[in-house]
């Protein structure tokens, strides 16, 4: 049997999840599924020694991730997220709960978080104990700021139907998971594929960096 591809991969896990309506919408399609039991699974995030340790975390702005933000957040953690699509030099946003000016449950939505959040550069931000999945160019900008190592733990939490018995493709820029987990169990990841150690400006074309603030500043001179 051939490896499916990854837009195969992902097409198939949306139609499956559509037909099951294990999400909160009916179109799954291009986005991060909001599934059932997103809470139940932050909980079981919750539990895990690395959560607990962890006093900064980075966070994804989507609506399945809120309750893993919200948490983060009553709890006293350090909260970053990053601007959609990388669109401003200040290209995360800084949620501490110690100089909040609205409750962590306003926060933790996007909408609370670009309002009561305070914009940062990456090389403000503090050094992040547990990242809660990263897209690629975050994850490479943040390798490249000293504010993640390789050794930072990465957590996700998706649907059961999102966990595949499968041999999947990848790329020198993806970033593999220390823990998957679902509102029925936490599975933890065990490999030896390295993580990105930066940004591969090969990997990137022209139109990807201009549209991206910093990108066009950190871009090395060809001169």
């Known amino acids: ?3 499916r591809s990854k837009d195969e991969v992902r097409e198939a896990v949306w139609a499956a999840m559509e037909a099951a309506r294990a999400a909160h919408t009916r179109k799954l399609r ?10 139940a699974a932050a909980e079981k995030v919750g539990e895990l020694r690395v959560w607990q340790a962890a006093r900064v975390i980075k966070g994804n702005p989507d609506k399945a991730q809120r309750p893993l933000r919200l948490k983060a957040l009553e709890e006293g953690k350090t ?9 401003q030099e200040q290209c995360f946003v800084e949620l501490d709960p110690a100089s909040m000016g609205a409750s962590p449950a306003e926060t933790s939505t996007i909408a609370g978080a670009f309002r009561w959040g305070r914009p940062v550069y990456v090389e403000e931000m503090r050094q992040v104990d547990l990242g ?3 897209a690629d160019l975050e994850y490479g900008l943040a390798i490249a700021a000293g504010i993640v190592s390789p050794e930072t733990p990465v957590v996700s939490t998706v649907h ?7 041999d999947l493709p990848y790329t020198r820029h993806d970033v ?24 591969y400006w090969d990997d990137l074309t022209p139109a990807k960096i201009r549209q991206i603030p910093l990108l066009k500043k950190l871009q090395p001179s060809t001169g």
């Open 79 to 87: 909260l970053y997220m990053a601007v959609p699509r990388l669109r």
């Open 132 to 134: 809660g999945g990263f």
């Open 30 to 39: 291009d986005r991060i599924p909001h599934f059932r039991g997103c809470e």
């Open 176 to 199: 593999f998971l220390d823990y998957v987990v679902t509102s029925d169990e936490v599975i933890e990841c065990s490999g030896d594929i390295p993580r990105p150690t930066g940004i």
């Open 1 to 3: 049997m051939n490896m």
């Open 160 to 166: 059961q139907m999102q966990v595949l018995d499968e």
